[in-house]
């Protein structure tokens, strides 16, 4: 789990309960849940459009989850290497 430090910068592991929305679309894999004929829609059989639905819900939920999640932050310590310290070739 994430542990704080004395400056107030949290490092490790974040567990945010937005995550747990990313379990919905796993469900589709549990066929036994949508392993039926009826009912229809326009004259597809459940199992088939059942599956259509899942894909919208999952790229629903992913997109809720990025959006929730997306300020918070990953490392303890921002990036601060410049350009000039990237740059490997000395120009003269």
Do not use: H
């Not at 107030?8 to 549990?30: A, E, T």
């Not at 949508?34 to 939920?61: A, E, H, I, K, T």
């Amino acid at each position: 789990m994430a542990s704080g430090k004395a400056d107030g910068k949290v490092r490790g592991f974040q567990f945010s309960p937005w995550n747990l929305l990313l379990i919905i679309p796993l469900l589709v894999l549990i066929t036994s849940l949508f392993n039926s004929d009826g009912p229809r829609l326009f004259g597809m059989p459940f199992f088939y459009w059942f599956q259509f639905v899942f894909v919208v819900v999952g790229v629903l939920c992913t997109w809720i989850v990025y959006v929730m999640t997306k300020d918070k932050p990953t490392s303890e310590r921002p990036d601060r290497l410049s350009v000039d310290e990237l740059d490997e070739g000395d120009v003269k």
